[in-house]
């Protein structure tokens, strides 16, 4: 019975050594779960209204890009949650100010490009933060 006693103490440090890492990961906000989510989530679609926006805004072409195709979604939790996007976006032939009827340029001004972003998002109170972006010529 020697060996039933030493096995309690044991199996209590096993739980409070569980315990301890449970709240050192809580602490540092790594109790993450990052998923593939289908691009018809709706939290998605806004998000990328949000990025086609961010992306036209600062772009210094004359015509605004549109999302041709999502390749990719990602979606990670910690405290927060982000939108990994993998994306390709075409020039339109609608000028800055212009959204609507935006057809995508042929010919000499055809262009698509391959982007990725991250985007920190609060969803229920439309608050958007690009984190990262990256877009190269497709």
């Known amino acids: 019975t020697m060996a039933r006693l030493w096995q ?3 199996l209590l440090l096993a739980i409070l050594v569980a315990l301890m890492v449970l709240t050192y990961q809580e602490k540092r906000k790594t109790f993450l779960s990052v998923r593939e989510v ?3 989530e709706p939290f998605v679609t806004a998000t990328m209204e949000y990025v086609t926006n961010d992306f036209n805004k600062k772009s210094d072409d004359k015509y605004n890009f549109r999302i041709v195709r999502i390749l990719k979604v990602r979606k990670q939790i910690t405290d927060h949650m982000e939108y990994h996007v993998n994306m390709e ?4 032939t609608c000028q800055k100010l212009e959204t609507t009827n ?3 340029q042929e010919g000499e001004l055809y262009k698509q490009i391959v982007c990725f972003y991250s985007v920190f998002v609060v969803p229920w109170f ?3 933060k690009i984190l990262n972006k990256n877009c ?3």
């Open 89 to 92: 976006m075409r020039r339109t």
């Open 8 to 10: 309690a103490p044991q």
């Open 126 to 128: 439309e608050k958007y």
């Open 102 to 104: 935006c057809s995508f």
């Open 136 to 138: 190269t010529d497709g």
């Open 38 to 40: 289908p691009a018809s």
